[in-house]
Structure formats: C-alpha cells, structure tokens
C-alpha cells in the first residue's frame, strides 16, 4: 500500500511540475507575441494577429490542463515503443510494393510524373515565371513548383495513409497486448521515407540551377519535422472517426484536391499581396510548410524571421496534436468491437 501511494504521489507530482512548464512556455509565448512589434506590418493586421494568437495559447494550454491524462499517453506509448515502430514502419513500406518487380521505386514515379506534368504545362506551355519573394529575382520555375511540391506529397501521402492505418490493420487493433497508437505513425515513418528521397532530388535540382549548398539548407529537416508532427496530430483524429465513419476517406481525399490549390504550390502568394485573402491562405497550416521549404531553399531565409507564421503554425499543430490525443483515446474504447 505504501509503494502504491508513493507511487501516486510521485504521478501527481510529476503532472504538477509537467503542467507548470506548460503554463509558464504558453506564458513566455503570449508575452513575446504582445511585445513583439514589426515596423513593415500594418497596425490593424498586427493587432488581429496578438489577439489570434492569444486566443489560440488561451486553448491550448486549457485543452492539455484539462484533458492531461488522454493527452500524455500518446507520446509516452510512441517512445516506449519506438523500436517496434521503426521497424513496422519499415516493414509497411516494403509491403506496398512487394510482389513487383521494381519493388520501391513505383514511390517515386507518381510524384515525378505529376511534376513533370505540372512543369509542362505551366512553364512549358503557358510560360508562367515566377520570382523570388525576398529579391524579386527570377526563379526556375521547376525549382520553385519542387519546393511546393515535396512537402505537399508527403503530407497528402502521411494523411491518407495514417487515416486508414487502423483499418488496414484491423486484425492488430483487436489484440489486446497490442499498443494500436503506434499504427498511424507507422504510416507515417513510411511515407516520411519517400519524402527525405525527393527532399535530396529538389536539393540536387536547385544545385545544378546555381543555388549552392547553404547553412539554410539545415532547415528542412525543421520543415520536415514540423509537417510531421501536423499530421500526427490529425491523423490520430482522422483515423479514430474514420473508424466508425468510413465516408471520411472520401472527403479527405476531396479535401486534399481542393487543399493543393488552396495553398500556394502551384502559384505564389505574392499575387494575393493586396488581396483580403491572403489572410485565409495564410491560415492553412501548410502554407507556413510550403514557404519554409522554398524559403531554405532559395530565399535565404530563417524560420524565426517569420514570428507570427512560425508562432501560429505551432499553437495550431499542438493544438491539433491535444485534440486528435482526446478523440483518440476517447474513441478507442469500441475499436475491436467495430472492426
């Protein structure tokens, strides 16, 4: 009884310290949104900004207070089994392509044909040129539609995937010894693999256009990183619904058509410079991605030059990240039974 209360005492203690880190990060956040100032911003855009950004530390900090338990499973699971991770994850990857004779090498040539597809029609056939954000200088427009592309295909792959990760494993969720919140992001570390290939090819691409290997380079990773954690957190939402909504694969799917338009891959956002909707784009999560990626590449710009984009982007993927731990193990309960 003893051991069983020290124990206990130490949980409580340790969820006291944990939640007190927490409230003093979202703290220092919320002070260094309110004080920053940018010159070149606009007053009343600057000002939505604080208030947008307040109110998204506001819940967040509120949704782990109070769901703490649900939320901090996940990543204790995640660690504790990362080695039976990493190798589902490469087991996963082999399976898809097993039985055919190029074996991984069908992970490449669809996101090359689309492209090359792309490249075509807008670069060849219509001649669209694109410039840099920061010089105005002219930018190939292959390199300037891999640097959109890249980070869109693993998200959109990661996604799709990690939606039908408990589906498509169905036969594990209903063994009771095994930990089911490993599956999405077995998905996930599987996609990631065909990502870090095109990752290294739109690095040679921009080497052989003259953009020498740089210390801004060392942010893709960062990128990379940050897209992952993004689409943990919706996938561990997405693959819980979809569990008992099955529909919700198609509506991804259109999601992710209408997504890709409605984030500047295929054109820049500089043409919305003036537009009341730059505001919405800016609000897609992956635009923060997309940028980044073409930012390290080309621009020569660091993440932290961006303090409203780089802050919002993350209050937003640790929300997403909260909320999908809730629904997940809210949910979780009636997943043997269903499947």
């Known amino acids: 009884m003893k051991k069983i209360s020290l124990r206990a005492a130490r949980t409580k203690l340790h969820k ?191 080497w052989i256009y003259g953009y020498t290997p740089s210390i801004y380079w060392l942010q893709l990773p960062y990128y990379t990183f940050a897209c992952f954690i993004m689409v943990l957190g919706l996938c561990y939402a997405t693959c819980a619904i979809t569990v008992y909504f099955r529909d919700l694969q198609q509506i991804i799917s259109i999601f992710l058509q209408v997504g890709m338009w409605a984030t500047p891959i295929l054109w820049n956002i500089m043409m919305l410079e003036h537009s009341k909707f730059i505001i919405l784009i800016k609000m897609n999560p992956m635009t923060y991605i997309v940028n980044g990626f073409r930012g390290a590449l080309y621009e020569q710009q660091w993440f932290f030059e961006h303090f409203y984009s780089s802050t919002y982007f993350w209050i937003v993927t640790v929300l997403m990240f909260c909320i999908g731990s809730v629904i997940f193990k809210k949910l979780k309960v009636g997943f043997a039974d269903v499947l």
């Open 16 to 206: 006291k310290t944990v939640l007190a880190i927490a409230w003093a990060i979202a703290v220092a956040v919320a002070a260094l949104i309110i004080f920053h100032f940018n010159p070149l911003d606009d007053p009343d855009t600057q000002r939505l900004k604080k208030i947008c950004g307040i109110c998204l530390i506001l819940a967040g900090i509120l949704v782990f207070t109070i769901f703490y338990d649900k939320i901090t499973v996940l990543p204790k699971e995640l660690f504790q089994n990362r080695r039976l991770i990493w190798r589902l994850s490469k087991n996963d990857f082999k399976k898809r392509y097993a039985g055919s004779i190029f074996g991984g090498v069908w992970a490449m040539v669809q996101p090359v044909i689309t492209v090359i597809m792309y490249w075509f029609v807008f670069d060849r056939i219509f001649h669209q040129t694109q410039v840099s954000q920061t010089t105005g200088e002219p930018i190939p427009y292959v390199l300037f539609l891999m640097g959109g592309m890249v980070p869109w295909f693993f998200f959109s792959d990661a996604l799709t995937s990690g939606t039908s990760s408990l589906l498509e494993y169905n036969y594990l969720v209903k063994k009771v010894v095994f930990k089911i919140s490993v599956l999405p992001i077995i998905k996930i570390i599987a996609a990631l693999f065909t990502h870090v290939f095109f990752t290294f090819v739109v690095m040679i691409i921009a």
